[in-house]
């Protein structure tokens, strides 16, 4: 990991364990986890809310104030806006996303389940989905929540990512590695 990259991180891990133990304590998980579906969403729709977290053009005041009226609009929970007033005050924005990824990891933590990160070259239906859930449940152990991504480059198959362990199971990947055997013959 490069140096900036663990910097970010651990300021995101020390916010993330702030909101975590806070909403613990307060018995507000619930309206937390349902705060970073929103903050998600809002990063991944808006350019304006990418570009006001990390340019610095913007003051502290001009990034408090605009936050603060996002929150509202958006009913952020009082810890989320807390923790945001503060990162604008600090400069520190610019790891919201990296405290997104924190916290959710947390709070999934806290729940005993795993994310499996599954990329498949058409969108899986919810009972495929399901299935999937409940084959990985049964070799990981743990309730298994699947962050599902399309790629069609992928022809058919899937590419399973579950904490350090991948499965690729793709037929581009069985195409190179045939095509990779070709060239060892030849």
Known sequence: MSEPASITSGIAQRYASAVFELAKEEKKLAAVESDLDALDAALADSADFRSLISSPVYTREEQASALAALATKMKLSSQMTGVMGVMAQKRRL????????????????????????????????????????????????KDVKINAAVDESLIGGLIVKVGSKMIDSSIRSRLNALQNSMKEVG
């Not at 610019?94 to 070259?121: H, N």
Request: no cysteine; aromatic share 2%.
């Open 94 to 141: 610019f790891v919201l996303p990296a405290l997104l990824t924190a916290l959710r990891d947390r709070i999934a933590e806290d729940k005993g389940e795993v994310t499996a990160d599954v990329t498949s070259a058409k969108a899986l239906t919810k009972a495929q989905s399901d299935k999937l859930a409940k084959a990985l449940k049964a070799s990981v152990g």
